[in-house]
């Protein structure tokens, strides 16, 4: 038994106990010796503030009946759920460097501690778990903070958007809804003043954001997952179409087990693997198709499948 559940256990004790508890009972309930349980009794009292006193009279521990209820400080978890804990800020701190790092460094310290308490190493954490951002697009924290606080305070934003579309720059004003991570992106879900409708904007396109003193003009949650998950990939909106594409079997061997889209549909047949998909827009799901090169054929819709062939074509002909 860790030092960790022997403090859960003594605290359990003591605080069902209606008088003082010997030491032979703490023995026996913990399966530990008497030098053992000693130096937990000096850990719940100098680590933890515990009020535990021993009691001459009747030979045994309790907590001070003058004291204030005593609990054990904040929040107090097994070694399972403190890994689980550090292992989401690694993970977090891997998608958003300086996300959450600077405010739970106190955190994790105190963790670190628990662990080293309970005789883990919480060091192996950076170790095992991993994150390789590929084709990231990393929005620097002055610009993800106020995006972020905009977003979950329910205000508006304004900033200046740098369209890749060649349109340039332009001032927004926007109403916050969703903050979406998406193939190892940033993307701001919001209602744009000047549009009167959901857009996206990437995070890495977007300069001088500024926070405003006035609420956001939310829209309802089924509004926001029609537009962000009705259709495959980043492009939002209602589906126009739906992708019908064949893979060869050796390409199956994984499309199988893949998510494209929660509406998919797949079926094995004798010519291959066949996947159905909705989109609304073929500029991303075409890249998608072009990534299997040879091991995937687009059977419709048409013009799906002439956006795919006319690519090749352009491809072929730098070559």
Same mark, same amino acid.
């Given at each position: 038994?860790? #030092?960790?559940?022997?403090?859960?256990?003594?605290?359990?004790?003591?605080?069902?106990?209606? #008088?003082?508890?010997?030491?032979?009972?703490?023995?026996?309930?913990?399966?530990?010796?008497?030098?053992?349980?000693?130096?937990?009794?000096?850990?719940?009292?100098? !680590? $933890?503030?515990?009020?535990?006193?021993?009691?001459?009279?009747?030979?045994?521990?309790?907590?001070?009946?003058?004291?204030?209820?005593?609990?054990?400080?904040?929040?107090?978890?097994?070694?399972?759920? /403190?890994?689980? /804990?550090?292992?989401?800020?690694?993970?977090?701190?891997?998608?958003?460097?300086?996300?959450?790092?600077?405010?739970?460094?106190?955190?994790?310290?105190?963790?670190?501690?628990?662990?080293?308490?309970?005789?883990?190493?919480?060091?192996?954490?950076?170790?095992?778990?991993?994150?390789?951002?590929?084709?990231?697009?990393?929005?620097?924290?002055?610009?993800?903070?106020?995006?972020?606080?905009?977003?979950?305070?329910?205000?508006?934003?304004?900033?200046?958007?740098?369209?890749?579309?060649?349109?340039?720059?332009?001032?927004?004003?926007?109403?916050?809804?969703?903050?979406?991570?998406?193939?190892?992106?940033?993307?701001?879900?919001?209602?744009?003043?000047?549009?009167?409708?959901?857009?996206?904007?990437?995070?890495?396109?977007?300069?001088? %954001?500024? $926070?405003?003193?006035?609420?956001?003009?939310?829209?309802?949650?089924?509004?926001?997952?029609?537009?962000?998950?009705?259709?495959?990939?980043?492009?939002?909106?209602? %589906?126009?179409?739906?992708?019908?594409? #064949?893979?060869? !079997?050796?390409?199956?061997?994984?499309?199988?087990?893949?998510?494209?889209?929660?509406?998919?549909?797949?079926?094995?047949?004798?010519?291959?693997?066949?996947?159905?998909?909705?989109?609304s827009d073929e500029r991303e799901l075409a890249m998608e198709v072009l990534r299997y090169g040879a091991d995937v054929e687009v059977l419709g819709p048409p013009e799906l499948r002439e956006e795919v062939v006319s690519r090749i074509r352009k491809m072929a002909g730098m070559y």
């Open positions: 038994m860790s #030092r960790i559940d022997r403090i859960y256990k003594i605290h359990e004790i003591l605080k069902s106990a209606r #008088r003082s508890v010997p030491m032979r009972t703490f023995m026996e309930e913990l399966e530990t010796t008497r030098n053992t349980i000693t130096r937990d009794f000096e850990f719940l009292r100098d !680590s $933890l503030g515990a009020p535990l006193e021993y009691c001459r009279e009747s030979n045994g521990h309790r907590y001070s009946p003058n004291a204030q209820e005593f609990e054990l400080p904040g929040f107090w978890m097994n070694p399972s759920e /403190l890994y689980a /804990l550090l292992a989401c800020e690694q993970l977090l701190e891997n998608v958003q460097p300086g996300l959450i790092g600077n405010r739970l460094a106190p955190l994790k310290d105190r963790i670190r501690r628990l662990l080293g308490e309970s005789g883990h190493d919480a060091e192996e954490i950076s170790e095992r778990i991993q994150i390789q951002p590929i084709q990231a697009r990393m929005a620097p924290h002055q610009i993800f903070d106020p995006v972020a606080e905009a977003t979950l305070a329910g205000k508006r934003l304004s900033f200046t958007y740098n369209s890749r579309s060649g349109a340039g720059s332009r001032p927004r004003r926007v109403h916050p809804q969703r903050l979406l991570h998406y193939r190892s992106n940033w993307y701001l879900l919001a209602l744009c003043n000047d549009a009167g409708a959901l857009r996206l904007f990437s995070l890495d396109r977007i300069c001088e %954001p500024q $926070l405003e003193d006035v609420a956001s003009e939310q829209l309802p949650t089924a509004d926001l997952d029609q537009f962000a998950y009705a259709s495959f990939g980043i492009f939002g909106g209602r %589906p126009r179409g739906t992708a019908h594409l #064949r893979f060869s !079997s050796h390409a199956a061997e994984w499309v199988a087990d893949e998510i494209w889209h929660p509406d998919q549909m797949g079926e094995q047949k004798d010519d291959g693997y066949h996947l159905k998909v909705p989109y």
